[in-house]
């Protein structure tokens, strides 16, 4: 049987309220209970400011590969957000992550002299960074991407990718296409069915996608975690969970066998 990525989940998905009633623990031991191989941990279901104690509980489930930042990595005039970037790896240390995802946030035409800052803040990081496509224009386009990535490897600093395969429905972007463009970067992948709503597009299961989740898949290396991040939802939530977690193992298993 041929090994498969990390199945992970991104904890949004259970839901902001249900996450802040219970608290990202408990989602996280119910995750392992379901047979998902690790959590993201949100950054913006964390306290604010993170309370140590929340963080070490987090830790001491073992189960956290992924530290998921709200903050951009530039700030809307172009400037890097050094304080964004030192908060963030601080977080993702307490809790042991392995990787920090963060967007690029305001990163423009200016923004290319401060790549040499976050190479050295990075030189001696605890964790691995992973650039996700967000929902924002200037931070989540297939174009966007490519500018700041050109830009990174130009400087000598090479970050994967954390590819969303939602987020660009969001921007009217086509994720096969991206997918084309980006997947030899990709570090990290988010898994999710959407759907298309007369406003707009949504986080779906994906047996229930209108948008085809197994194509956009296949374009995207096997051999990185991919994680759910799509509404988990149920009266028997550690049933349905066991069984999204099997139904994205089994395509990962399938595009094993196939490859």
Known sequence: M??????????????????????????AELSRAAGADGVEVRGELLA???????????????????????????????TLDAGALHRALGIADQLGAARLKMSIGGFG????????????????????LVIENDQTPAAGTVAALRRFFAAADGAGLALPMTFD????????????????????RVGYVHAKGMHRRPDQWVAVPLAESSAPWRAVLRGLPVDVPWAIEYPLVGDDLPAVTRREVNLLRAAARLQKETA
């Open 2 to 27: 041929p090994d498969v990525p990390p199945i992970l989940i991104s904890l949004t998905a259970f839901g902001a309220a249900e996450v802040k009633r219970h608290g990202q623990r408990y989602f």
């Open 48 to 78: 604010v400011p993170p309370a140590a104690s929340e963080l070490a509980a987090l830790r001491a489930t073992g189960n956290v590969r992924v530290y998921s930042s709200p903050e951009g990595l530039w700030a809307a005039d172009g």
């Open 109 to 128: 035409a200016g923004s290319a002299a401060s790549l040499r800052d976050l190479q050295n803040t990075l030189a001696d990081a605890p964790c691995e």
């Open 165 to 184: 395969m939602g987020n660009w429905h969001t921007l009217g972007e086509c994720p096969l296409q991206a997918a084309a463009v980006f997947a030899t």
